[in-house]
């Protein structure tokens, strides 16, 4: 393993033990609202600060930008980081929320990991070197149209202004595929879909931390990421649809006849 992927790790399974007992202690958890629809708790930020101290312990020169703390530092190497990610899910006791970590270069993402502190399910990837499970090799699925094929999806309960654009899509596709899945962690469905479990993801206005190591974990299983007109721009954009390689042109062309301006990169 990569000596900075297994740092990740290492960082990764500190806060998620962490998060985990915190889940069995919700009288612990104080919750604030820091936007529409949108919370933060003490977990968050207490699993923000581990990761990051973690980390700077081997790498005290890196940058970090994390959902909770903003950018810290200025360096070629980014540490991208959500602590937390999956906090409504958290908060109203439904255990499914990850930790996610990302390592950027120079602007290129080439170590990645998503832990399920829940069921102890650990995803990697470095780029070029494929993704795993808990140190097993991933795949995603075989299919090559959405007939019969399970997504997942993010409704954009942060931006109401883009509820009917993003209707019209979700209507188009739901029409064609067997059915969707909405968990409320985009890491993780990220992470699901290059094991398999799942085959396709597509959501509008995430942010890179929501992000930035699913989408490596996805690609090195052999997905497709882009944005909603098949571009590279999703990490600017948040709006990403990913795929295997082989069912992408099928949900970007159900996409893109429904595309308003708002909502086209
Ligand atoms: C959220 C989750 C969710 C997605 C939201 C994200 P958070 O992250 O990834 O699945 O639909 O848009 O903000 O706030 O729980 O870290
Ligand atoms: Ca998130
Ligand atoms: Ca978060």
């Known amino acids: 393993m990569h000596p900075m992927l297994n740092i990740a790790v290492r960082a990764a399974r500190a806060a998620g ?11 612990k958890v104080e919750a604030t609202p820091k936007g529409t629809h949108d919370w933060v708790t003490n977990i968050d930020k207490e699993a923000e600060r581990i990761i990051i101290e973690t980390i700077r312990r081997s790498y005290p020169d890196h940058a970090f930008i994390g959902e909770e703390g903003g950018i810290q530092g200025e360096s070629d190497f980014q540490w991208v980081i959500d602590p937390l990610d999956g906090t409504t899910n958290f908060i109203r006791g439904i255990p499914h929320f990850c930790v996610s970590i990302a390592l950027r270069v120079k602007g ?28 097993k090799r991933l795949r995603v699925s075989q299919v090559r149209d959405l007939e019969g094929t399970v997504l997942a999806t993010g409704l954009p309960f942060k931006q109401r202004q883009h509820y009917n654009s993003y209707m019209t899509i979700f209507t188009a596709i739901f029409e064609k595929a067997a059915d969707v899945r909405r968990t409320g962690s985009a890491a993780l469905d990220l992470s699901y879909l290059a094991a398999g479990r799942i085959d396709g993801f597509f959501e509008l206005g995430l942010k890179p931390w929501d992000i930035a190591a699913g989408e490596l974990i996805a690609r090195e299983a052999g997905a497709i ?26 949900l970007l062309g159900t996409i893109k006849p ?5 909502i086209r990169q």
Request: charged share 20%.
């Open 108 to 135: 290129k993402t080439e170590q990645a990991v998503v832990f399920d502190p829940i069921r102890g399910e650990l995803f990697t990837a470095s780029r070029g070197v494929g993704a795993q499970l808990n140190g």
């Open 17 to 27: 033990n962490f998060i985990a007992k915190s889940f069995e202690q919700p009288d």
């Open 225 to 250: 990421v882009t944005d909603f007109t098949g571009g590279h721009n999703y990490l600017k954009s948040g709006n990403i649809v990913a795929a295997p390689a082989r069912m992408l042109p099928a």
């Open 258 to 262: 429904n595309l308003t301006d708002a």
